[in-house]
């Protein structure tokens, strides 16, 4: 496949994910009753805002979805469609997780190789990478005064952007920006599906706690010494010249 032939491939994705975005965006707005501007307003920052967050950052040119207008169109297709039919049911929870954790990797990929295009480094390309995936639907929540999704409590998500845009910096660093596309976008949207399904999530602040780690490992030990005792726990206690003795206790 020629690198025009990727390009176009890759737009087609990209251009597909912006309109499942914009219409999770539209689902949303229909739970919170909003009126069609609602509805724009939401699947413009789910489809669009992580792309946007990054061109305003990268300061080079104007923001691709204002230059193409294939973006905002798609977008407020997206809006359009949630907004006059109810998109919901069995097909559309099987549907949307593969076209979410595609636009995902796509996405992370894109940012990353952008910020190496303009002549930015790794970290900056791994970063923008990542706000280019999860930028739109954090930005959807916090204007709707919740805390983002990708925050914690969900499967991985931020992490498969790391991740794919990872891959995309490493490739290009050795010669192969049309290999870590690909490979990028596969990594990042496979990691995405495997953590849905295997319902991986990263611990939280109190999974660390050492008042929490460390008694953990105590009662560990006194489950294997029980074990080896046979079901009996021991204790020791001081006979009068000083020396221990174990002493059974049923």
């Not at 999974?207 to 010494?225: G, K, L």
Request: aromatic share 6%.
């Amino acid at each position: 496949m020629g690198h025009g032939e990727l390009s176009e491939l890759f737009r087609a994705l990209d251009l597909t994910g912006v309109f499942a975005n914009a219409l999770l965006g539209g689902l949303i707005a229909r739970q919170e009753r909003l009126d069609p501007i609602g509805f724009a307003t939401l699947a413009v920052l789910s489809g669009l805002g992580g792309g946007l967050i990054r061109d305003v950052l990268l300061q080079h040119g104007p923001p691709a979805a204002l230059t193409d207008y294939a973006y905002l169109l798609t977008a407020f297709a997206g809006a359009a469609v949630s907004f006059a039919v109810r998109v919901e049911g069995p097909v559309w929870d099987r549907i949307w997780p593969v076209i979410d954790a595609v636009a995902l990797g796509t996405w992370a990929a894109a940012g990353a190789q952008k910020t190496l295009t303009v002549g930015l480094g790794w970290l900056p390309a791994i970063f923008l990478g990542t706000i280019t995936a999860v930028g739109g639907g954090a930005v959807r929540d916090v204007v709707l005064r919740r805390v983002p999704g990708v925050l914690g409590g969900n499967t991985l998500y931020a992490t498969c952007a790391i991740a794919g845009s990872g891959v995309l910096v490493i490739l290009s660093d050795h010669g192969h920006p049309t290999d870590g596309l690909v490979l990028a976008t596969v990594v990042g949207a496979g990691l995405c599906l495997l953590a849905r399904w295997r319902g991986w999530i990263l611990p939280g602040a109190d999974a660390w706690s050492p008042t929490r780690v460390v008694p953990a490992r105590y009662r560990d030990r006194i489950r294997r010494r029980t074990a080896r005792h046979g079901g009996r726990q021991l204790h020791r206690r001081t006979t009068s010249d000083d020396r221990t003795e174990p002493k059974e206790r049923p």
